[in-house]
């Protein structure tokens, strides 16, 4: 569904909503997730961005908590990371917005990528792989694997706090 509940057409991303009679009914001792959570007579907010293709295959493709929106424009992180990892010098990708005072926001990027890695030579590869308005204009790189937590997920809220000093600290 869109930002109103409104169904979404074929091959157009919304985000995906469950019910069912193996779903949970609320969250313990928590009114505000749940009155948050569920919408339209039991219609539980996943916070997956998903979208149904012609062939009525459903694809999950990011989270919305993942979106970057820049100027009015909604930006997937998973997407913008896949084009990134799709560059042969980049190892590992983590995208995250990054303040914006004119468009909101803006994309950053920190990337474990080898020493050969040309910035200026990335972003003209992400051109034809991304929108102009998605491709990083924040692009940190390191040589050592990215931070995880024990379960292997990328530190990704610490990258982005170190993302934006760094914007804001001007380095």
Same mark, same amino acid.
């Given at each position: 569904v869109d930002d109103e509940g409104r169904e979404m057409p074929v091959g157009e991303r919304g985000e995906l909503q469950i019910r069912?009679?193996?779903?949970?009914?609320?969250y313990w001792n928590r009114p505000d997730a749940t009155?948050?959570?569920?919408?339209?007579?039991?219609?539980?907010?996943?916070?997956d961005v998903a979208f149904i293709d012609a062939d009525?295959?459903?694809s999950i493709?990011?989270?919305i908590k993942d979106l970057i929106i820049r100027g009015g424009e909604n930006i997937g992180c998973g997407?913008? +990371? @896949? #084009?990134?990892?799709?560059? &042969?010098?980049?190892? +590992? @990708? #983590?995208?995250?917005?990054? &303040?914006?005072?004119?468009?909101?926001?803006?994309?950053?990027?920190?990337?474990?990528?080898?020493?050969?890695?040309?910035v200026d030579e990335l972003r003209e590869f992400l051109t034809h792989h991304l929108a102009r308005h998605e491709i990083p204009r924040y692009i940190f790189?390191?040589?050592?694997?990215?931070a995880r937590t024990a379960t292997g997920k990328v530190l990704k809220r610490e990258l982005r706090i170190e993302g934006v000093e760094r914007v804001q600290n001007g380095r």
């Open positions: 069912g009679t193996s779903m949970f009914v609320e009155e948050s959570s569920f919408v339209d007579g039991g219609w539980f907010r996943t916070g009525g295959f459903m493709v990011d989270r997407q913008v +990371e @896949a #084009a990134l990892l799709a560059h &042969p010098h980049v190892i +590992e @990708a #983590a995208v995250y917005s990054v &303040p914006d005072e004119r468009l909101g926001e803006e994309v950053g990027a920190t990337l474990y990528a080898t020493p050969e890695l040309d790189t390191t040589q050592q694997p990215l």
